[in-house]
């Protein structure tokens, strides 16, 4: 009895898995494209001819007639090269502003973390080395087939990074707030240095995640530096006021309660 049973399991199992492959070949007619996602993200580009897609994982976003798409290659090429020469000077620029921005982040990451770790800025974009021209050429046929841009200026990132590794992904909740603390700054010292004064500092909830050490060394900077008028939120007013007041006398508190401010 308990033999007949396995055998029954094997073939179910067996019927199974050959109904699971036979549903994932994929033939893709004439004049037809099958755009690919692999976990929610662009894989491939499936042209005719016959295909298997990976059960549970791959799956097909967009079926493509290709006979419906009329591309006006010429006019495109001629946009293409318009916007390569525009693209030009704001790759320039967004790298400059990068190259400006990492010192004074690392410089304020230093200082709130107490030299725990080293932080980087990368700024990623595909005209490292090309012009937009070629990059638009090379990912044409993608486009034509996805009906919008997948390369290009539009597609630049900047990598943010702790000690050569992801802050997203290997950053603390505290050390990311750091960061993002210390890019403020950095933007709040740009401007400051472009229009020659010093704009009102907002701090929203910065103690949040934030160790006592690390709050410390937030209010000892503010303090030290010529922030000009500083505006700092936080839900709790005896550890606001225990910090504040500590490093300096030129405060005023305040409590909303249903949108009304006192003065307190």
């Known amino acids: 009895m308990g033999s007949i049973i396995s055998f029954v399991a094997v073939v179910v199992l067996v019927i199974l898995v050959l109904v699971l492959i036979i549903s994932n070949i994929v033939i893709v007619q004439q ?22 897609k990976m059960p549970f994982i791959e799956r097909i976003a967009r079926r493509v007639n290709l006979k419906e798409q009329v591309v006006d290659r010429t006019l495109l090429e001629v946009i293409d090269m318009r916007m390569s020469a525009l693209a030009e000077p704001i790759y320039k620029a967004r790298k400059q502003f990068i190259e400006d921005l990492k010192p004074i982040v690392a410089e304020y990451y230093k200082a709130l973390s107490g030299d725990c770790e080293q932080v980087d800025i990368e700024y990623e974009s595909e005209l490292s080395g090309t012009s937009l021209e070629s990059i638009l050429a090379a990912s044409f046929e993608k486009d034509r087939i996805m009906k919008h841009t997948t390369s290009g200026i539009h597609r630049d990132d900047f990598a943010f990074t702790m000690n050569g590794h992801p802050i997203r992904r290997f950053g603390s909740q505290g050390q990311q707030k750091s960061f993002l603390v210390s890019l403020k700054f950095a933007q709040y010292e740009i401007m400051k240095r472009s229009y020659g004064f010093a704009p009102i500092l907002l701090l929203d909830d910065v103690f949040d995640k934030l160790d006592m050490g690390r709050i410390s060394n937030l209010l000892q900077m503010v303090a030290s530096n010529d922030f000009g008028q500083i505006f700092i939120t936080d839900s709790n007013k005896v550890r606001m006021a225990g910090i504040v007041d500590g490093l300096t006398q030129d405060r005023a508190y305040f409590e909303t309660t249903g949108g009304l401010f006192t003065r307190i």
Request: cysteine-free.
């Open 31 to 52: 004049s037809k494209a099958y755009v690919i996602e692999r976990l929610g993200a662009y894989s491939a580009t499936w042209g005719v001819g016959l295909h298997f």
